[in-house]
């Protein structure tokens, strides 16, 4: 999971990068925004807190494995409402 959560890390700085150091592109479209943040922002805060709990799951295995499945559910849809805003913005 902390892998995982490293390598969306390099993915998210590189297409910033890419953002504010290429040629600009037209303005962003508001609602792919809207969705991709509805999906973003629980998914870093349910991220947060499973890495700040992992070592409680060896006590509740279970409860970290239902939250680790809900929170990779939320990980593709952020991926993928990403690459549908980043489709809609350049």
Known sequence: MTLC????????????????LGEPGPPL???PLVIHLCFAVPTLLL???QVATAKR????PARHRTRGRALMGLLLATVATGAWLYLASF
């Open 57 to 60: 799951a060896l006590t509740e």
């Open 5 to 20: 959560f490293a390598l969306f890390l390099v993915a998210v700085a590189a297409f910033e990068a890419q953002v504010y």
């Open 47 to 49: 991220w947060i807190y």
């Open 29 to 31: 479209a508001t609602a």
